[in-house]
């Protein structure tokens, strides 16, 4: 009970007023009733008050509660004196305060005859109505907006976002030129009309409204705009448009070359995203531009279920599922490149034909990520590198390097840090490391990402220095980035701790070890050359030539090609 009468206290405590400093003139500010929230306007901002203005002996000068009538300025364009300015600025909505000003952000010494003597310190009793914010959206003038209700939320739309508008254009004589009451739909980065309404847009919030003031630049220009032969728009015509956003769907460039966008018409729940491996519960629909519609896949009763990354989906719905949250539904764009590219590929209800773009409208059920390395303990962890390990192992077989690469990427990421193992255990992953390593090496050879390769060779001399396999494969990459000392030194090294590998030996039939500088500069010259003539020529020439300098400066060997098991 007592809890019960303490809150009740508090509840109906009184506020108590209380003064401030504002700045550092002499701007006193005593607040008799605090404002809402924590907002304050900005410069540029049309404010509304009700004031009353005393001297202090407490004659009155102005009060706008005597006129009935708010008194409305913009903050910040010396409509008023300087110490409106900057009290005006420091109060919220619906606040209540006295402010003592100075005669330096006052009237100073001439004062204000015949109501305002020289030198005289003024109050002023203000309450904040409520205010609009006035915005200069170009910085030029040509593009001013006053916002008339906040939107919701902090996001605002981008230029590859689906905005609906609603909005009416006018003259400055009122005279309506164009409106859309239902609502109108456009790509930002497309526009819609004229310039300005594009531009507007990308500074408002959900439910956002707005008037928005437009000068000819950003309207129609000294054109003007016709319908048939009626001038609708005089040339060189100031708009009035009232503006209000009504909603906007994102679109996301999931490859960052716009070649999978993803437009979300539902957003999700939370937070969590599936990673790779993720059990995918999903249903869509997958049309062609034509909407032809080839497959369906699912529904709320039977979700379509698979792994993602595992080549189960085309590469593009399984990157652009990845990206979505429980429950969201999107519309997703998949260009050739990550669909069925130039191949004809018959689905389930119709043929995809070649160079195929493929629109799919899916939904994210449900998923269950693949557990993290940070969820799991040390036995976990090396069985599941194990697991990584082999699947990468099948996927290198297959000639698919990439995703191998993947794979032994994510197997050593498993067992990185080995401060938990214990000895034995860190004997194992050590051993696991370095064949994740070398193998990742391999696939970034046929990758022809050579320094990625000659990177991931260093990872494992650094704990296996005498490791004959990582020095050969590194002098490999060095080879073709033409750092022919360093694929000497390593062919060296190899050859001291192994000098009866016939592998390493075979590298040496050609003579590179004695070539002078001068001439190994060259050579790696003419490999680049080469490489140029070939990848870009596509000459059969080249071709040949570059495999027999290539297999002469460090002989081709399978044994040394193929992976760790």
């Known amino acids: 009970m007592k809890m019960a009468a303490d809150s009740q206290v508090a509840k109906t405590k009184e506020f108590v007023p209380y003064t401030k400093e504002i700045g550092h003139q002499g701007l006193k500010k005593l607040i008799l009733r605090e404002g809402e929230s924590w907002q304050t306007p900005f410069s540029g901002d049309e404010v509304e008050v009700h004031y009353t203005g005393t001297l202090l002996d407490g004659t009155r000068f102005d009060s706008s509660l005597d006129r009935g009538t708010p008194f409305r300025f913009k903050l910040g364009q010396g409509q008023v004196i300087k110490g409106w300015e900057q009290g005006i600025a ?50 030029d003038g040509g593009l001013l907006k006053k916002t008339v209700r906040d939107g919701e939320r902090w996001a605002y739309p ?36 004229f310039p300005a309404l594009s531009a507007a847009v990308k500074t408002m919030r959900k439910d956002e409204k707005a008037i928005l003031t437009v000068k000819p630049q950003y309207a129609f220009g000294e054109r003007g705009f016709k319908v048939g032969n009626k001038v609708t728009v ?38 969590e995203r599936p990673n790779e491996g993720a059990f995918l519960k999903v249903k869509y629909t997958g049309k062609l531009e034509n909407e032809t519609v080839f497959e369906r ?31 969201e539904i999107a519309i997703v764009t998949i260009l050739p490149e990550y669909g069925y590219k130039d191949t004809k590929t018959q689905r389930d209800l119709a043929v995809v ?14 998923f269950i990520k693949e557990k993290e390395s940070w969820d799991m303990d040390t036995a976990e962890k090396i069985e599941a590198a194990g697991k990584k390990k082999e699947d990468g192992n099948a996927l290198f077989k297959a000639g698919k390097y990439l995703r191998a690469s993947k794979k032994y ?18 004997s194992q992953t050590k051993a696991l490391k370095v064949t994740c390593n070398l193998n990742n090496a391999a696939c970034n050879l046929k990758l022809k990402e ?75 010259i003419l490999c680049r050359v080469l490489r140029v003539f070939v990848f870009h020529k596509r000459s059969w020439f080249g071709s040949f030539v570059w ?16 992976i760790g098991m």
């Open 90 to 139: 420091s109060m919220k909505k619906g606040e209540k305060a006295i402010f003592t000003i100075p005669p330096e952000l006052g009237y100073g010494e001439s004062g204000s005859p015949p109501v305002i003597p020289p030198n005289a310190t003024l109050q002023f009793e203000v309450e904040m109505l409520s205010w609009a914010t006035v915005r200069d959206v170009c910085k």
């Open 158 to 193: 981008k230029d590859a976002d689906e905005v609906l508008v609603r909005y009416e254009a006018r003259l400055e004589d009122e005279t309506v030129v164009s409106r859309s009451s239902e609502g109108v739909e456009f790509y930002v980065k497309d526009g819609y009309l």
């Open 234 to 271: 005089p040339p060189n015509s100031t708009l009035i448009v009232d503006v209000e956003l009504v909603s906007w769907k994102n679109v996301v460039d999931i490859t960052d070359d716009k070649k999978v966008l993803k437009k979300i018409l539902k957003e999700g729940e939370g937070y």
């Open 297 to 327: 896949k699912g529904s709320d009763e039977e979700p379509f279920e698979f792994i993602a990354s595992e080549e189960q989906v085309i590469d593009g719905l399984d990157r652009a599922v990845m990206t979505m949250k429980k429950g």
């Open 353 to 366: 034909p070649p160079d195929s773009t493929l629109i799919y409208e899916i939904e994210l059920i449900s």
């Open 409 to 426: 990427d994510k197997a050593a990421k498993y067992i990185e840090y080995d401060n938990a193992f214990s000895e034995d255990q860190k």
């Open 450 to 524: 050579y320094r990625e390769a000659a990177k991931l060779c260093s990872k494992v001399l650094e704990v296996d220095s005498k490791n004959v396999k990582a020095l050969y494969r590194r002098a490999q990459a060095y080879i073709e980035t033409a750092d022919l000392d360093q694929a000497e030194s390593d062919i060296k090294k190899a050859l001291e701790i192994d000098p009866n590998n016939r592998c390493v030996k075979s590298s040496m039939s050609f003579p590179v070890m004695p070539l002078k500088f001068s001439f190994r500069t060259l050579l790696g």
């Open 547 to 562: 495999k027999n300098v290539q297999s002469m400066v460090l002989g081709e060997s399978t044994h040394f090609c193929r």
